[in-house]
């Protein structure tokens, strides 16, 4: 084992406009979207502190000062479940204020992921930190933020979730070359942000989850706009590969990508299947309607 740090924080990026969400995305945000009841971010913020990370820092942007609410105190609503005497309501809600130390940045101009991690450098300092990306949820055990922790106490070194995507869907992703060291962990040799098709190195895609040294912030701020004119993380990645080394750990899990609507929808159904409230009533209804359509 190498001698690292701890990894005491967390950024996540929520500044996008989430236009693969248009229309309901012009007033919420997407990372507030509801998986049932339980917006795509606090199920971020919950694998960070399952993880051990308690530390998190949201990147937003005009107009969604709703995520900021969110985490807030609301002694309105609290006073108000208090006299209604509904007291498992009024737990969640002082268990989701507690949950974590939340901090907000702003970034001015939608300049892409890299420029929106670059914005958490004055908060970060010089610590190692974990990024996640609300696009991707992943139900795991441990989870998924976890197990890239874990290799990167192993190696000392930044590490990203890997993930398979089929044959044909590698420009939808950042995609990796490198090669195993076993254990589904893979020493990376070059990263590649949305290749042209038939110009991937591999079909192993970068899933948003990453656990990077401070040595990132530097590099960030040298990074030219890459693809789709906006100054990537992965072309930042590749840059601290070549220098420092960087490793890749395929997840053990569940992925789901919430940022696409098929992929909403099936992380929709997959919680409510296993919630042990409304479960067995969903996948009744579920068989019914498939049996229908
Ligand atoms: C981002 C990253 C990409 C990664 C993807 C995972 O892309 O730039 O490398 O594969 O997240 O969800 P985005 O989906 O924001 O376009």
């Given at each position: 084992m190498a001698i690292v740090k701890p990894v005491r924080k967390a950024v996540l990026p929520a500044?996008?406009?989430g236009t693969r969400f248009l229309p309901v995305t012009k007033a919420i945000p997407k990372e507030l979207l509801p998986i049932v009841d339980v917006p795509v971010i606090q199920i971020n913020v919950e694998e960070c502190v399952a993880s051990g990370i308690r530390d998190l820092i949201l990147i937003t942007s005009r107009g969604k000062d709703a995520l900021i609410d969110y985490f807030d105190r609301g002694a309105e609503l609290e006073e108000l479940l208090e006299r209604k005497g509904k007291r498992a309501d009024l737990e969640m809600i002082r268990r989701l204020t507690d949950l974590a130390h939340i901090s907000a940045i702003r970034q001015a101009e939608a300049r892409g992921l890299g420029h929106a991690v670059l914005c958490a450098r004055g908060l970060v300092v010089d610590e190692p930190f974990a990024v996640l990306l609300g696009d991707d949820l992943v139900e795991a055990d441990p989870p998924a933020i976890r197990q890239l922790l874990d290799v990167y106490a192993k190696y000392g070194k930044g590490v990203v979730a890997l993930w398979e995507v089929p044959?044909?869907?590698?420009?939808?992703y950042g995609i990796v070359d490198g090669e195993s060291v076993g254990g589904g962990v893979f020493r990376l040799h070059n990263l590649v942000e949305k290749?042209?098709?038939?110009?991937?190195?591999?079909?192993l895609s970068i899933v948003g989850r990453y656990v990077l040294p401070p040595e990132i912030f530097p590099i960030l701020a040298n990074t030219k706009p890459g693809q789709g004119g906006e100054i990537q993380l992965t072309d930042a990645l590749a840059t601290l590969c070549a220098s420092d080394g960087l490793y890749g750990v395929r997840l053990r899990g569940e992925r789901f990508d919430a940022g696409d609507r098929t992929g909403y929808v099936l992380a929709v159904l997959r919680y409510a299947l296993r919630r042990s409230d409304i479960g067995a009533a969903v996948r009744a209804g579920a068989e019914k309607l498939l049996r229908k359509t």
């Open positions: 500044a996008g406009f044959s044909g869907q590698e420009h939808l290749p042209e098709p038939g110009k991937a190195p591999s079909r």
